[in-house]
């Protein structure tokens, strides 16, 4: 009919950040495999959860007590995108963060990066993720920036405190003693961690 106008169900603008995410979702799966890494756990099991840090199924399944680290990632890189690109859209900032975690996922997934996680840390048998457990870690992060939006900055900082401090009490080891082994290892801590 002449002047009806059909309009699309989504407007294209509200669709762009979610089909970008979905891009990168995809395009960091295809990267990891390229890498190397397995589709899922080299047992043939696929798991929502593993609970023990000393199994040989952690980083393989989906979600593991290291899930909680990445959602703390997922606070920090609220707060930076909240102060660097603070007037973009949330969804945008939302895209840039499952961006900037993605390309973490590949980085944290090379050989130099497994490595170092075996001689510095207390992942001594860590032999990277598997693609469902990169998976799993950039979906935490994402989780971790939209709470952290909800909460604010204030609350954010308690809850990262104190996810910090029952990961320490649970596995001996939380994002910020990760990236202090990872940088500067401590003979004594990685003891400590490891029961040693």
């Not at 457990?133 to 900055?153: E, K, T, Y």
């Not at 204030?154 to 080891?173: A, G, K, Q």
Request: with cysteine; proline share 4%; glycine share 8%.
């Amino acid at each position: 009919m002449p002047g009806l106008e059909i309009k699309p169900a989504v407007p294209i603008q509200k669709a762009a950040p979610w089909l970008a995410m979905a891009a990168i979702l995809a395009a960091t799966a295809f990267e990891l495999h390229r890498q190397g890494r397995l589709w899922r756990s080299a047992s043939g099991r696929l798991l929502l959860w593993v609970g023990d840090v000393w199994s040989s199924e952690n980083s393989q399944q989906l979600f593991d007590p290291y899930s909680a680290t990445h959602v703390l990632h997922g606070f920090i890189l609220c707060g930076l995108a909240a102060w660097a690109i603070g007037r973009w859209p949330l969804a945008w900032r939302l895209t840039a963060a499952i961006a900037l975690e993605s390309l973490w996922e590949m980085f944290e997934n090379t050989q130099f990066v497994i490595d170092r996680y075996r001689q510095a840390t207390a992942a001594v048998g860590y032999e990277g993720d598997t693609v469902v457990n990169s998976l799993g870690d950039i979906f935490s992060c994402g989780v971790g920036f939209v709470v952290a939006q909800r909460l604010g900055w204030r609350w954010s900082l308690v809850v990262f405190v104190v996810t910090e401090i029952v990961l320490i009490c649970w596995i001996r080891d939380s994002l910020l003693l990760n990236v202090l082994m990872l940088l500067f290892p401590l003979a004594g801590l990685k003891a400590w961690q490891t029961g040693t």
